[in-house]
């Protein structure tokens, strides 16, 4: 033995993704509005890019990824109907943690066979939703706030005026 050892590399966990995700990341970014911080903080990009995957399949993906890039980046460039509705779906799928239903036009362009229905696609897909974070909340029943957090308004709301006194009032 010489002493020496091989750290293994370590194991990103469940939910994160390997570096082979950016680019669905990249393309997360583009959709949602949200940097690839606060997408790869969910936890969700190996679960969402691989929904996308099983529910569009890798030739559609390739379509709306050469469609993307064929508008500039500019997701509302995209004119093809199929690679819009993919669009739509993979933004729903980061703000709500649904996989939506599927225009019929679509589901019938992509010759799938899995059901065209809407779908939760991880109990933590709820709780990591980015809808809650466009207006500082928090998922009901899953991430409260903390104690006392209702006693100061969320940041971005808009200041009341203090409440003036009258003169001579007591």
Do not use: C
Not at 137 to 165: D, E, I, L, S
Request: hydrophobic share 35%; charged share 20%; aromatic share 8%.
């Amino acid at each position: 033995m010489n002493g020496r050892h091989a750290v293994p590399a370590p194991d990103p966990g469940p939910g994160a993704a390997p570096p082979d995700h950016a680019g669905f990341v990249a393309v997360s970014v583009r959709l949602t509005g949200f940097d690839e911080f606060d997408l790869r903080g969910t936890g969700l990009v190996r679960l969402y890019h691989d929904t996308t995957v099983e529910q569009v399949g890798r030739p559609a993906v390739g379509r709306f990824l050469a469609d993307l890039d064929a508008a500039g980046g500019d997701p509302d460039g995209i004119t093809d109907e199929t690679s819009r509705d993919i669009a739509r779906a993979i933004t729903h799928l980061w703000y709500l943690g649904v996989w939506p239903q599927l225009a019929p036009s679509t589901h019938a362009a992509l010759r799938r066979e899995q059901a065209n229905t809407a779908f939760v696609a991880s109990p933590e897909a709820y709780t990591e939703g980015l809808v809650w974070r466009t207006f500082h909340g928090h998922p009901p029943g899953a991430k409260p706030p903390g104690h006392g957090t209702w006693a100061t308004p969320p940041p971005g709301a808009p200041v009341r005026p203090a409440a003036r006194r009258r003169e001579g009032a007591a």
